[in-house]
């Protein structure tokens, strides 16, 4: 199961494609593609259209649960680390934080 972070949420995509005119976009090979006003082959939505969006919007609701859970779990685990004494927890909070790093690095326009 591969787990994909989409940078953007889905209500914005469909305000934005509304407003410039483009139609059915769809989330393939991690980006955004739409048909262009009067196009007939789908092309990638335009880069600085889709940051200048992120910028105004922020973090997209599946980032934002994401990074709570990942510190979430970093403080868990020093918890359990300290009531443990143990460095295990710690090692195993490493290595989620590293894997949610990477997946936000991923999904950064």
């Not at 949420?9 to 090979?29: F, K, S, V, Y």
Request: with cysteine; proline share 7%.
């Amino acid at each position: 199961m591969e787990l994909t972070i989409r940078p953007l949420a889905d209500e914005w995509i469909d305000e934005w494609c509304q407003r410039h005119g483009w139609t059915e976009w769809m989330w393939l090979n991690q980006w955004y593609w739409a048909f262009p006003p009067n196009g007939v082959i789908p092309e990638p939505l335009p880069r600085e259209a889709l940051r200048r969006l992120k910028r105004q919007k922020g973090w997209s609701q599946q980032e934002r649960v994401l990074t709570l859970g990942a510190v979430s779990v970093a403080l868990g685990s020093a918890l359990a680390s300290y009531g443990l004494h143990c460095p295990l927890p710690l090692v195993l909070a490493f290595g989620i934080c590293a894997g949610v790093s990477i997946q936000l690095e991923e999904a950064a326009l």
